[in-house]
């Protein structure tokens, strides 16, 4: 008995120890000030920053046009980084979560020199600057950002401002619309219809879907791509059988029909099968020809990247990964592996895609507990995306994963003067669009019906 009290009373100072909230002055001078929120703005301007710099760099420009793109891209980037520094340097911090950056910061920042990519790293960043933010408010933010940026530059190709390219397919001819390519439209249009129907979600009635629907139906008669087809249905329809499920205002979101062990598995599951298509794909099976033809060819891209490229512990560099002749002819092909669990062991490495998966994994498994029904079922529905594109890693898709793992980083600090929980749903977030926005909307998409 006595060592084992010895040994509780050592694991109680050690919980202390790790629990203990370090002395900020900056953040208490911002919490006398009553400056919350204007931290909290920080934060959704830094994230609507880096997401109007992500989509500058998919528009085709014109050849006269590039530069200045490529500058607006560098400005916009620095002030993402700016803002977020600021965000940093006025929180609050426990001795555990300053560990578990510091540590996690370095595996990503090895990661992503060692790929030359800085998805993880933009990731990261927003998980540390997370403390306290809500993912409503971000896609309140982004969405509207999103739809004026891909109307402008649809409306510019029209007009031939900005090029719009026919690439003939085997299956159908498919325009770009003065992107580089039509699954960039496809995926912004996708991502503004899955958003439409989260930030609504605790309001969500028949019109909601079927506006999403529309965008969704939209995007496939524009560019034919069927894998945002799929998803952009799966998505909304999950989405609808959840809130059913649910009810409205219920705290638990999810976790009463999709139960913890439930999510993880499906996760384990997909993880499992993209690792396993990709080490092991063969095109004379007929199950794997048929899964590679309803992934548009993403099976043995993967395969022959991981043949071409094997996977290192701390990645490969994407600029350095170029097969001959895999696509059309003797052309070159860069990195090129959208199923997001290949892309991230082939070019981040074992160590990082690791602690990614894992984190996933539970951040999903403690969702019941800590994180809202917006945030769990945003995580699941980027998970299955994760098997046909790569934009799973990005926050500008994924906000959710960066929400849920900043509650949990920060879950030790006791909340401080107008600071509310960042995942759990309340009366205000209820519906964050107004009703004359909605209504002008929702009778809009209703009109072209």
């Given at each position: 008995?006595?060592?084992?009290?010895?040994g509780?009373?050592?694991?109680?100072?050690?919980?202390?120890?790790?629990?203990?909230?370090?002395?900020?002055?900056?953040a208490?001078?911002?919490?006398?000030?009553?400056?919350?929120?204007?931290?909290?703005?920080?934060?959704?301007?830094?994230?609507?920053?880096?997401?109007?710099?992500?989509?500058?760099?998919?528009?085709?420009?014109?050849?006269?046009?590039?530069?200045?793109?490529?500058?607006?891209?560098?400005?916009?980037?620095?002030?993402?980084?700016?803002?977020?520094?600021?965000?940093?340097?006025?929180?609050?911090?426990?001795?555990?979560?300053?560990?578990?950056?510091?540590?996690?910061?370095?595996?990503?920042?090895?990661?992503a020199?060692?790929?030359?990519?800085?998805?993880?790293?933009?990731?990261?960043?927003?998980?540390?600057?997370?403390?306290?933010?809500?993912?409503?408010?971000?896609?309140?933010?982004?969405?509207?950002?999103?739809?004026?940026v891909?109307?402008?530059?649809?409306?510019?190709?029209?007009?031939?401002?900005?090029?719009?390219?026919?690439?003939?397919?085997?299956?159908?001819?498919?325009?770009?619309?003065?992107?580089k390519?039509?699954?960039?439209?496809?995926?912004?249009?996708?991502?503004?219809?899955i958003g439409?129907i989260?930030?609504?979600?605790?309001?969500?009635?028949?019109?909601?879907?079927?506006?999403?629907?529309?965008?969704?139906?939209?995007?496939?008669?524009?560019?034919?791509?069927?894998?945002?087809?799929?998803?952009?249905?799966?998505?909304?329809?999950?989405?609808a059988?959840?809130?059913?499920?649910?009810?409205?205002?219920?705290?638990?979101?999810?976790?009463?029909?999709?139960?913890?062990?439930?999510?993880?598995?499906?996760?384990?599951?997909?993880?499992?099968?993209?690792?396993?298509a990709?080490?092991?794909?063969?095109?004379?099976?007929?199950?794997?020809?048929?899964?590679?033809?309803?992934?548009?060819?993403?099976?043995?891209?993967?395969?022959?990247?991981?043949?071409?490229?094997?996977?290192?512990?701390?990645?490969?560099?994407?600029?350095?990964?170029?097969?001959?002749?895999?696509?059309?002819?003797?052309?070159?092909?860069?990195?090129?592996?959208?199923?997001?669990?290949?892309?991230?062991?082939?070019?981040?490495?074992?160590?990082?895609?690791?602690?990614?998966?894992?984190?996933?994994?539970?951040?999903?498994?403690?969702?019941?507990?800590?994180?809202?029904?917006?945030?769990?079922?945003?995580?699941?529905?980027?998970?299955?995306?994760?098997?046909g594109?790569?934009?799973?890693?990005?926050?500008?898709?994924?906000?959710?994963?960066?929400?849920?793992?900043?509650?949990?980083?920060?879950?030790?600090?006791?909340?401080?003067?107008?600071?509310?929980?960042?995942?759990?749903?309340?009366?205000?977030?209820?519906?964050?669009?107004?009703?004359?926005v909605?209504?002008?909307?929702?009778?809009?998409?209703?009109?072209?019906?």
């Amino acid at each position: 008995m006595r060592c084992t009290g010895k040994g509780d009373s050592s694991l109680a100072d050690f919980k202390g120890v790790v629990n203990r909230e370090l002395d900020n002055p900056i953040a208490h001078f911002v919490a006398a000030m009553g400056l919350e929120r204007l931290a909290r703005w920080a934060y959704c301007v830094a994230f609507c920053s880096y997401c109007l710099a992500g989509l500058l760099t998919e528009i085709d420009f014109p050849a006269n046009m590039i530069p200045m793109a490529g500058v607006a891209e560098i400005v916009l980037q620095l002030l993402a980084i700016g803002l977020l520094l600021f965000k940093l340097v006025v929180q609050r911090y426990t001795v555990g979560a300053i560990s578990v950056l510091v540590g996690a910061g370095i595996v990503i920042g090895l990661s992503a020199v060692h790929a030359g990519s800085f998805t993880l790293a933009w990731m990261f960043l927003f998980v540390a600057a997370g403390q306290g933010e809500n993912v409503k408010t971000m896609l309140r933010a982004s969405i509207p950002l999103f739809a004026l940026v891909v109307l402008t530059v649809v409306l510019l190709s029209v007009i031939n401002v900005l090029p719009n390219v026919v690439l003939p397919d085997a299956r159908a001819i498919r325009c770009t619309f003065g992107f580089k390519h039509p699954n960039m439209l496809a995926k912004n249009l996708t991502f503004i219809a899955i958003g439409w129907i989260m930030m609504r979600f605790n309001s969500l009635d028949w019109r909601d879907v079927i506006c999403s629907l529309v965008v969704v139906c939209l995007s496939y008669c524009s560019t034919k791509s069927r894998t945002f087809l799929g998803v952009g249905f799966f998505s909304i329809v999950f989405l609808a059988i959840a809130y059913r499920y649910q009810g409205r205002g219920c705290q638990l979101g999810c976790t009463a029909w999709f139960p913890a062990v439930l999510r993880v598995v499906t996760v384990v599951a997909l993880v499992c099968f993209s690792i396993a298509a990709m080490m092991w794909f063969d095109p004379s099976l007929p199950m794997c020809a048929w899964l590679n033809s309803l992934l548009s060819e993403r099976l043995r891209l993967a395969h022959e990247f991981y043949l071409a490229f094997p996977p290192t512990m701390w990645g490969n560099h994407q600029d350095a990964m170029v097969l001959n002749g895999i696509l059309v002819g003797a052309s070159q092909t860069g990195f090129l592996v959208d199923n997001a669990y290949a892309h991230l062991v082939l070019s981040f490495g074992y160590i990082a895609a690791g602690l990614f998966i894992a984190l996933y994994l539970f951040l999903l498994w403690d969702g019941g507990k800590s994180a809202g029904s917006v945030v769990v079922l945003g995580m699941l529905i980027c998970a299955v995306v994760g098997v046909g594109e790569s934009c799973m890693l990005d926050c500008s898709f994924n906000p959710y994963f960066a929400i849920a793992a900043a509650e949990v980083l920060y879950a030790r600090l006791s909340p401080s003067s107008g600071e509310s929980g960042c995942l759990r749903q309340t009366e205000k977030d209820a519906d964050v669009v107004s009703p004359k926005v909605k209504k002008c909307v929702l009778d809009g998409v209703m009109g072209v019906v």
